[in-house]
């Protein structure tokens, strides 16, 4: 069986050369399918409406590679990563292969994170017998981002589906994908955020980017003040705070009332979200300027001070 493997996965498992500036500390796979995906989704490259090529993701590359060869690499080198993740497509009888997958890779003793598109609730019990974190891709932060990015399914069928696979994996073990910049007002992105994590799942947080030859090519990325609330919104509703405590808006801009919660801890904030020790090391921008998402404690402590002085500005 093929499928897709990230390039910097590749390169920890010494199957490909390249220079790394931060190692992935999981192991990213994505399943394969020969057209991409069936779905429309206007900012994706695997969508089969867009034409780019096949091998991205984001602006990773993923090449395509046997299962078979990757496991027991996996198996063999496993102190290498902390957790490996399955990200799933659609296509025909995707969530029997992405059941298989997921088997696979749990026979190699590392956690596993399924993500998946809408399935229903055996379904997610199959794929509990092999994962511990489940992702699920809503991407849009509302209802009318939704519909203009043309996401393969309703908005409220998304919610009932973060619904059932919290009933399935437990709270606090679902991962909820929202795209931040993808045009969503940040009423819009705070209203999902909040709904979120009131429903006891999480949140995996992306910038947007854009790719080439996708129909969002020439859209722009979020301003960094805008997803660095959007990260320290979310950090501090996993840490148990309230969106009463914590959140104020002043001209229609969300900022972080004053309180015990600012304190140097919230540039914890700033690191990748998503699955336990998902770092996601340079999906959303190159190497070498300000983050939006930072793979590692020593890369915030390399631009610590330029930081903290960005979480300062959406202080109230
Ligand atoms: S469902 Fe996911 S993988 Fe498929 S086109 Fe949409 S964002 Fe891309």
Known sequence: MKVRASIGT?????????????????????QYYEKGCLARCSFCPQSITNNWNKN???????PVVELDEITPRLAEKKYLFRRACIQGVIKPWFHRELVEIARKLYETGLPVSIASNIVPRNVL??????????????????????????????WESYWRFIEEAVKVYGKGNVYVHVIVGLGETPRELVETITRIYKMGARI????????????????????????????????????GYSPKEILTW?????????G????????????TSGCPHCNRPYYNEPPGKILYNYPDENHVRGHEEILWRQIQEIIA
């Open 125 to 154: 019990i199959e794929y509990y017998k092999y994962s511990d974190s489940f992702g699920i891709g809503l991407d849009a932060a509302s209802p009318r981002i939704h519909r203009e990015t043309m996401r393969p399914a309703t």
């Open 250 to 258: 002043t001209s229609n801009e969300p900022r972080i009332k004053k």
């Open 260 to 271: 015990p919660w600012i304190n140097k801890d919230l540039l914890q904030a700033l690191k």
């Open 10 to 30: 590749l390169a920890v498992l010494g199957l490909v050369n390249i220079r790394m500036d931060a190692k992935p500390t999981t192991a990213y796979l994505l």
């Open 56 to 62: 991205y993701l984001s602006r990773i590359k993923w």
């Open 204 to 239: 995996a947080l992306f910038a947007f980017t854009p790719v080439k030859k996708t129909k969002m090519a020439t859209h722009k990325p979020p301003i960094m003040k805008y997803y660095r609330f959007a990260q320290i919104y979310s950090y501090l509703l996993d840490q």
